[in-house]
């Protein structure tokens, strides 16, 4: 275990810990990486085939918390020191005392993605690193097979978005959609598509009608507009969550879990 004791953030040792931002880690052609943080999605980042290139660790934590992390990649570099300096260079306490730096996978296709899945979640254009990781968190546990993004939808290998989800992004395949207007796609994969909207002529949730479909996928919308009227348009279904005490809409996550534990795929 070669443990490397840091005094500095100018060390260029721990540049990805510190001074690179999201987009440059995500777009370094050479070495593109994400960071993960806590033992806890660590090793389910870990368990899914990823496997770290250095970590960054209280040195309390070496032999405590991250000690299993550790022991599973031992020539895997582990850059330590006071936690004051740790604070430092990232800006807060860090989650449980460690940092890994992963190389980001290959980006699968909506084709791979998508392969044998019955439900899917089409993530129109939320761009809130928490709202990603809570949608991919309740797609993981409620039935969801799958998650394709919008061009311009947070990534999910975001910092703050892995840790939201509790490393639930590592256990859903998911993959970008080519265009902003991707229904044709959808239906070349053999989804029918359900707009999450608040309109007039939109069915409710519980409809038998959206249960029976074999293969479909729900469309969710941004935050603050929701969804491209086009959208909303040309979907096979638009629907809505009923609400009670005048309550206009949800927070995107909270209708996520909504959605997905009604349209869950029902058993053959």
């Not at 449980?96 to 190389?103: D, E, K, Q, T």
């Not at 979907?235 to 996520?256: F, K, T």
Request: glycine share 6%; charged share 20%.
């Amino acid at each position: 275990m070669p443990v490397i004791h840091i005094d500095s953030i100018s060390d260029p040792r721990i540049t990805p810990f510190c001074r690179l931002t999201e987009s440059q880690l995500r777009c370094d052609q050479a070495a593109p990486l994400f960071i993960a943080e806590s033992p806890k999605v660590i090793r389910v980042a870990m368990s899914a085939g990823n496997l770290p290139v250095s970590m960054l660790c209280e040195e309390r934590h070496i032999t405590g918390d991250a000690a299993d992390i550790i022991a599973r990649v031992p020539d895997t570099p582990v850059y330590t020191g006071p936690r004051e300096l740790l604070e430092s260079i990232t800006g807060y306490r860090l989650t449980r005392g460690v940092l890994c730096a992963f190389p980001r996978p290959e980006a699968l296709t909506p084709q791979q993605a998508c392969h044998g899945a019955r439900r899917i979640a089409v993530i129109d254009d939320v761009c809130d690193t928490t709202n990603i990781g809570a949608i991919f968190r309740s797609a993981a546990a409620l039935g969801i097979d799958a998650v394709l993004l919008g061009p311009t939808a947070c990534d999910p290998l975001n910092r703050r978005a892995i840790r939201v989800s509790m490393g639930t992004v590592f256990l859903l395949p998911w993959a970008r959609l080519s265009s902003a207007d991707y229904l044709p796609e959808l239906r070349s994969l053999g989804f029918k598509s359900v707009a999450m909207a608040l309109r007039h002529d939109s069915v409710t949730f519980d409809s038998p009608t959206l249960a029976a479909e074999p293969h479909l996928a729900i469309i969710l919308g941004t935050e603050g507009e929701g969804l491209p009227q086009q959208i909303i348009d040309n979907a096979d279904y638009v629907a809505r969550i009923p609400m009670a005490r005048g309550v206009d809409s949800l927070n995107v996550a909270a209708a996520s879990a909504v959605a997905f534990w009604q349209l869950r795929p029902q058993p053959n």
